[in-house]
């Protein structure tokens, strides 16, 4: 194990804070000298310049500095649970072998059950399961890259190729080598349709439908070569006409999501929170807080609404259907617009 000193390197800093990271807060502090204020990385105030931008370990070393506390985030009342969580992803980012939860119970001083049940409520995950949604992301990077499978595996923390294979099913949606060719001798078909708001686009793997967008249609087929920049993209409206029936009839009245073979893609979290959203019936919203009680982790509401926005399938897992606990709309990946007219269709708002 290494010394607990999460996020040393200033670029990792600033990676948290693009990404409003809630792991990082108490890990260290953002401040700010056009403003002379210092923040939590997860602030939700408008991002500074990285310019402007020093950082610091502890507020004091901000407020010695001559910076002062944010009056939105409040950085100087960052609780001990926070900066455990903090140390917690620094601890499992910063070594190649995973550990264990007794020995990051040791590590920071808790016991294990404290430490399991405090990391979970606030990301949701288990650090297990942050660990390996973590090894996930590495190997498809990697796999990105360039270089062999068999490197991928083993610089992403995976003990074994088997293990490797196992575990990549759900961050990859297609064998490891394929993948690491940006899809290269996989088919994915697609096809258009009208959809809510104008085109649509339906793709599917051999395993099942993988995307489902909305919006303009040169736009929807980017996404895909974004994503899959080698694989065999072919325009089949013959071969998908199944699934675009079946998303079709997601979208008719009294239509309920049908149950279709899907190749989605996503975290451990991601995968429980698409799953839950699958349960919202037609003519009926949750809020995100509601959904993130629905699957086990109650203070995880911004983490089920990230994965939200991160929902490749568009109708066929309704995320349109949950909304803020405050009764507004909250985000949607392709638009507030589209969002409020399918609430609007299936009976919700009127």
């Not at 239509?255 to 451990?268: F, I, K, N, S």
Request: aromatic share 6%; glycine share 10%; proline share 5%.
């Amino acid at each position: 194990m290494t010394e607990a000193t999460p996020y040393a390197d200033p670029e990792a800093r600033w990676r948290a804070v693009l990404a409003r990271d809630r792991g990082a807060d108490g890990a260290f502090y953002c401040a700010v000298r056009s403003t002379g204020v210092y923040c939590r990385p997860s602030c939700p105030s408008r991002r500074p310049g990285r310019q402007n931008v020093t950082f610091f370990d502890t507020s004091e070393d901000a407020t010695a500095a001559g910076f002062r506390a944010c009056l939105r985030c409040r950085p100087e009342n960052v609780s001990a649970d926070q900066q455990l969580v903090a140390t917690v992803v620094h601890l499992i980012e910063s070594t190649e072998t995973e550990p264990t939860l007794n020995e990051l119970a040791a590590e920071t001083g808790v016991s294990a059950s404290h430490l399991q049940r405090t990391f979970k409520r606030a990301t949701g995950l288990s650090p297990r399961e942050y660990a390996a949604s973590l090894r996930g992301r590495r190997f498809r990077d990697r796999l990105r890259e360039g270089g062999s499978v068999t490197d991928a595996v083993y610089d992403s923390g995976f003990g074994s190729t088997r293990a490797a294979y196992e575990g990549a099913r759900t961050v990859l949606a297609m064998r490891p080598s394929a993948y690491k060719q940006g899809g290269r001798g996989e088919r994915i078909a697609y096809a258009y349709a009208e959809g809510p708001g104008g085109p649509m686009l339906v793709a599917a793997t051999a395993v099942g439908v993988c995307a489902v967008y909305l919006g303009e249609g040169n736009d929807l087929v980017s996404k895909l070569l974004a994503e899959f920049p080698n694989a065999a993209l072919q325009h089949d409206p013959a071969a998908m006409s199944e699934h675009v029936e079946a998303v079709r009839g997601a979208l008719a009245a009294g239509g309920a999501v049908p149950a279709l073979a899907m190749d989605a893609r996503g975290t451990a979290f991601q995968l429980r929170v698409w799953t839950a959203l699958r349960s919202i019936p037609r003519g009926e919203t949750r809020t995100y807080s509601q959904i993130a009680e629905l699957i086990g982790q109650p203070q995880a509401a911004r983490a089920v609404a990230r994965a939200c926005a991160a929902n490749p399938l568009a109708l066929l897992v309704p995320c349109h259907r949950v909304v803020r606990s405050d009764g507004g709309l909250g985000g949607y990946r392709w638009g507030l617009d589209l969002k409020k007219a399918l609430l609007e269709t299936e009976g919700e708002r009127q």
